[in-house]
């Protein structure tokens, strides 16, 4: 069983930066890409950014240039550095490694912007 231990969300003020992890507790799963999705209250869950084995990064266009996703060189563990954080980017943000066999969600995390 795979989990995914989530950390680093908390609250900022809007233009702060906050840098969310995600570790895969089982090293021996072939993973194809890792990502962050968000979910706002009332809204559907959003592809934030995802990085692919062979480091592809993709972004929503609300997000690139002010997130980074970084993947740890030979672990199944990645980054979402974010900056210049606005109100509209609260959310529970929710890491997602996707393997041949199955995608694996972790719990979420908090984010909450405020002024």
């Known amino acids: 069983q795979v989990q995914l231990v989530e950390s680093g969300g908390g609250l900022v003020q809007v233009g702060g930066s906050l840098r969310l992890s995600c570790t895969a507790s089982?090293?021996?799963?072939?993973?194809?890409?890792m990502g962050w999705y968000r979910q706002a209250p009332g809204k559907q869950r959003e592809l934030v950014a995802r990085?692919?084995?062979?480091?592809?990064?993709s972004y929503s266009n609300s997000v690139r240039n002010r997130f980074r996703i970084t993947k740890e060189y030979m672990r199944n563990t990645v980054h979402l550095q974010m900056n210049n954080l606005r109100f509209e980017d609260a959310a529970v943000y929710y890491c997602?490694?996707?393997?041949?066999?199955?995608?694996?969600w972790g719990q979420g995390t908090q984010v909450t912007v405020s002024s």
């Open positions: 997602l490694v996707q393997s041949p066999i199955d995608d694996y």
């Open positions: 089982e090293t021996g799963i072939t993973v194809k890409a």
């Open positions: 990085i692919t084995d062979d480091l592809r990064t």
